[in-house]
Every structure is written in C-alpha cells, then in structure tokens.
C-alpha cells in the first residue's frame, strides 16, 4: 500500500534541510514539515521574527518562510517528538570530511547520520520512511538500514522503516529557484511504495517526467558523480587558465568556443580563483575513499587530481600576485574584494579567499578585506587571526610595515582600497562591478595593481584609471 505521508520531520537545519523543507512546505499546504536541529543557536535564528537574522542568505527564502512558518513549517529543537509523529523522516545533517582515524582526510564522518539513525530507531512509531538527504558515500543506506533494523528488536512497539535516497543537487546562492524548478529529482530505494510515496509528495509542483527513479546505490553514487564531473569541469578550465597567461591565450575565448560545442556545453567553464563550497572537494575526496577501498588505485588518482589542481591553482594565484608587486608583501596593503566561496551566499567553506588570505598574511601582508554577507567572526574563525580594531586610523600610514601579517573587516570599498597597493577581486558579487575606478584610483599608493580572478571587472576603466591589471587567464601580455 502506498504511504499518504502527511506529516514530515527533517533533522538538520542546515544549508540543505533548512530550503529544502520550506519549498516543500511551500508547495504542499497539507502536509506538516518540522525541521529540527541540535543547535538551538540555529533554531532561534531560523524562528526570529527579522527575516534578515536567518541563519542562511538565500535569495527568496525569506517570503516563503513568511509564508509557511507557523502554518506548515516549523523549527524547534523537540527532535523526540516530531521523529514520533513523521510518517517521512529526513535526514539532513552534515557529513564532514573524517578528521582522524581510517580514512582520514577523505573518508565522510558519519557520526551525525549515524546518531540521527538511531534516534529515529528509538523514537520513530508505526511505519516510518527514512530518507538520505544528506551527501552520502554509496552503501550508507545499508548502515542506516542496519540500524533500523537492529532497533526492531530492541523496542516492544511494531516499527518498520523503508530507507530512500533522495540527494539533493541545489547550489548555494540559487537554492530557491533549484529547488522549485529542478533539473531532475532523484529517488532511490528497494520499496515501490516508498518510492511512490516520496515521488507523490514532489509531483506537486516538479513534473512527472523529471523524477527519477533509481537503485539505492545508483542514487548515492548519482550525486557524488555530478560533483566530480562539476568540479573536474573546472579544474579543466583552471589548468588552460594558466596555459593562456603564458601562451598569449585568453581564457573566456577559449571558454566560448569550446562551449559551443554541444557535447561540452557552456556551463561552468567560467575560470576562477578554483573552486570552494562544502560539496565539491569532500565529495571527490570520498570518491577517492571508495576506488581506494574497492582497490581502484588508477581510479583514485584521476580524481584526486582535480582536487590536487585545485589546491595547486588556489596558491598559484597569491604566488604570482607577491611576484607582480616586486616580490615582496610584508609592509604592503592589499584589498581584498570578496571571501565568500561565491556570490550571493554567506557560506565560506573552502573558499579560496581562505587559502589566497592565509597565503597573502603569511607572506607579512595587512590586508583589508570586504563582503557584502560573510561577517567579521566568520572570517576570523576561518583565518583562526581575529581583525585588528577597525576604528583605529590605519588608513593613515603610508606603509604597514607595523600591521604586517594582520588583518582589518571594513565594510566600505572605497575606504579598504585606502593607501592599497593592490586589489583583488576573489568572489564575483554584483556590487564589485560597479566600483568607480577613478575615485579608487586617487586613493591607492603607485604603482597600484587590480586583480580579477574572476574576470568580471572593467578592464578598460581599470586601465583608464592608470591602474595596473592582471585578469584570470588573459595572456595579452605575452601576445
Ligand atoms: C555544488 C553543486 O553545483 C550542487 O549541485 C551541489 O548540490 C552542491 O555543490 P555549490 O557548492 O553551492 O553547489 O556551488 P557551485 O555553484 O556549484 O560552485 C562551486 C564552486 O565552483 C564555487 O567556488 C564557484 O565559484 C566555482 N565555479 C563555478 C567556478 O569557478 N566556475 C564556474 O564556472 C562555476
Ligand atoms: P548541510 O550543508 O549538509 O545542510 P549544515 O552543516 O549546514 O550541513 O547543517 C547540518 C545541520 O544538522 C546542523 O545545523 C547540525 O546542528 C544538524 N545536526 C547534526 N546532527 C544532528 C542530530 N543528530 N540531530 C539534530 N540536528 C543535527
């Protein structure tokens, strides 16, 4: 018999669990959706009646949390009692890369999927369907699954549970709009019902011929495969980024051309200052983890490389920045436009501003950093340096010899590119496209040098401004 799931509860109040459940309440008005989290900090954010304190910047999310919360949606921390009345559980809790131990480095800790799995067990009443949202390695639904099982035994009611995987493709920044109007969605699992039950419950505003319906194992492995295959695709265009500066090539030339060839497409051949987020690099890591287990070394290998250009690509970009300012950084002031892993998200996890900053302070630079979302504490927790006092006059040396290796938060563009002897633009925001280069200009010391390692900024206004510019593979240079 196919499941009429009526009430739903997701564990984990993340950047996956949190849009996910509020387009899905949004979009079935009679089905109750309780997210709950652990992190009670967390759910208050997402409960505060000041939209703009919602513990994720997602474009639309607010109007559809207006809409739903305290209709069909709610957040709490009561996880005992929304597992108990769910007839769908979500599990939709982190999966970090393993810290220590086997597999360290690359293998997915699972503690948090494990512990939600024996919740559900504990607390879970009648049939219960279990669904993987979370990024998992392929062959988790079978630890899951054990643990249901196991806990049939050990609790005198009659439990049963169907485990689903249901990965989740959005990307940080379009979460809404992916969300609403997917490429696909994908289900997989043993039980027809379930399935069924699950693709019942999307059908409502995702159209038919766009769920798909897979194995269990097709479907973990689904997801770790886009990954790999986005992030591949961009470690690609990074390699022939570098091969452009020195060959007399321009990268976004090659990009179009190859674009349009139909089997290659034109999506995600934009070169940066390499790839960020919370997906790409654990999920190929975890790739590696598997072809290693299942004794694929060669395998393994090719997939690390994306990972390893990556990283390489990352230091690349502050090695040659210290080379075009003589060399030397310390008692210079760089500003840095951007430390989001992209635009339109506050989430700096594996940002290359991390790296490139990290690199930059080593080398004794002062830098003055800027983004529209990311706050000074996450920035000072990434960076593990907290920011000198940014009401002390430090604009007003003309060398920084005394703040070398430090960092300031500044809000103000105009006011970070003070006394600067470089800029470098690292995330893609909006806002930097509108920077006036006349004023910035007057205001940096000479010779004054921009960066754009995401190729977005005006070139001719740059250069008009007679400021010096290295844009991300343009090998004019060397034409
Ligand atoms: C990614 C996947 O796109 C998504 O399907 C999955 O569910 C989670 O991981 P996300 O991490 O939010 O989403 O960001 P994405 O837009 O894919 O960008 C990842 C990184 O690649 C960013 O640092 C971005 O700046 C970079 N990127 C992307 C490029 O450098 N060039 C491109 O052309 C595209
Ligand atoms: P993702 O990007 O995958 O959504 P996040 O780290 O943003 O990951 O969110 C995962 C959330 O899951 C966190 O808010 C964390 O507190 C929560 N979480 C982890 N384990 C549990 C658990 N056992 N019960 C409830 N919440 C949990």
Known sequence: MIPNIKNICC???????????????????????????????????????????????????????ERCRGKNLTFSTDTKEKISSADMIFISVNT????????AGQASDLKWVEACAREVAMFA????????????????????KTILKASQSNYN??????VLSNPEFLAEGSAIEDLEKPDRVLIGGESADAIIALSNIYK???????????????????????????????????????????????????SRAIGLDSRIGSKFLDSGP??????????????VYLAKYFGLPEVANFWEGVVNLNNWHQHRISK???????????????????????????????????????????EGAFLSIN???????????????????????????????????QWVFEKNIYKSAENSDAIVLLTEWAEYSKIDWNIISKKMRKPSWVFDSRSKLSAKDIINNGLLLWKIGDGSDNK
């Open 11 to 65: 564990i984990g109040a993340g950047y996956v669990g949190g849009p996910t459940m509020s387009v899905m309440a949004d979009n079935c008005p009679d089905i109750i959706i309780n997210v709950v989290d652990k992190n009670s900090e967390r759910i208050k954010l997402w409960n505060s009646s000041n939209l703009e304190l919602l513990p994720i910047y997602e474009p639309g999310l607010d109007r559809i949390i």
């Open 96 to 103: 970090p890369t393993k810290k220590n131990g086997i597999g």
């Open 125 to 144: 009443k009648g049939h219960t369907i279990v669904v993987e949202k979370s990024t998992l390695p392929v062959k988790t639904a079978e630890v899951i």
């Open 157 to 162: 009611d009659a439990k049963t549970f169907e």
């Open 204 to 254: 409502n505003w995702v159209p038919k011929d766009k769920i798909l319906h897979t194995n269990i194992w097709s479907s973990e492995l689904s997801k770790l495969t886009a990954n790999a295959f986005l992030a591949q695709r961009i470690s690609s265009i990074n390699s022939i980024s570098a091969l452009c500066e020195s060959t007399g090539a321009d990268i976004r030339e090659v």
């Open 274 to 287: 390499g790839f960020g987020g919370s997906c790409f690099k654990k999920d190929i890591l975890n790739l």
């Open 320 to 362: 040659l920045i210290i080379q075009k300012l003589f060399g030397t950084i310390s008692g210079k002031k760089i500003c840095i436009l951007g430390f989001a892993f992209k635009a339109n998200t506050n989430d700096t996890r594996e940002s290359a501003a991390i790296t490139i900053c990290k690199d930059l302070l080593e």
């Open 371 to 405: 983004d529209p979302k990311v706050t000074k504490k996450q920035i000072e927790k990434d960076l593990e340096k907290i920011s000198i006092d940014n009401n002390s006059n430090y604009t007003c040396s003309s060398d920084f010899f005394d703040l070398e290796g």
